[in-house]
């Protein structure tokens, strides 16, 4: 069975809405966005959900634990990230592939997911109800559709400043193969949701480490979140077009990163901020 996505109209914008799961083929899985997650596919590939309860033993988040999001708990009235602040309860929709990523992550990479966290409360307790900052769109968007890459050759990140797709992910394909250009992480938990439907062209919002390790990368942001120097403003993230990585989307063919459409030239007038590291 194919996996087929529909949208929502909300406020006027289109929400993705996942595949149910039985429509989702288990080889969906072995795309290059989940290498991270591969010690859990048996939770994304059996033919039933998990119970919120035995996902929140299998995981063992430390310092937290998932709580079933429903009436009895939201009656605290708590803002999401500030219950996960003071309460350690992560709110989980059951049967819900979006909560269940994001539930991955959370194992995965929690001193990043923590960081988040706290970046967000700091910023809730100073903004009047309701309203949000430049940073807390930031964090948002990197804690959806976050992606960290190591870089080891200045050059590529020289095509990458300039959007020269071609440079950074054709000619540059070579260099994808041999490390000298990686995804260190894939953190953002919508991005591997619309990865059900493998057909899809998405695109990560990019933080860029200089250096050769994948986890001395992931430290180096998680660091640099938790101590404010990072994301504090959505410009800061990069847009890499995740379909044009070297064997990350089927359909790869001659004309395929001419398709302006998705590989987008660059904004007059748009920088990006240097690497970490």
Known sequence: MIAVATAADIGGRRRFIAPPREAVD????????????????????????????SLDARLA?????????????????????????????????????????????WARYPHIKRALNRQQCRHIAAMAPGQRNRAQAALTQFDESGVIVRVREPALLRAWDQHDWSALLVNGAGQWRRGDIAVAAVIG??????????????????????????????????????????LNDPLE????????????????????????????????????PAALG
């Open 26 to 53: 288990a080889a969906c899985f072995a795309q290059p966005i989940y290498a991270g997650l591969s010690d859990v596919h048996d939770l994304l590939m059996a033919p039933s959900w998990p119970t919120i309860a």
């Open 61 to 105: 988040l430390p310092d937290a634990h998932l709580a079933e999001q429903d009436e009895t708990l939201l009656a605290d009235g708590l803002h999401y990230e500030t219950r996960i602040a003071e309460r350690g309860q992560i709110a989980t929709r059951a049967d819900n592939w979006h909560d269940l990523f994001n539930a991955l992550i």
């Open 189 to 230: 938990h919508a991005l591997l949701e619309q990865a059900l439907v493998p057909e899809r062209l998405l695109v990560g919002k990019c933080v860029v480490v200089q250096g050769d390790d994948d986890a001395t990368a992931i430290a180096a942001v998680a660091q640099a979140i938790a101590d404010g120097v990072l």
């Open 237 to 272: 993230l990069r847009p890499l077009p995740l379909a044009g990585i070297p064997g990350w989307h089927a359909r790869q063919d001659a004309g395929f990163h001419a398709r302006a459409d998705y590989f987008r030239p660059l904004r007059e007038g748009r920088a990006y």
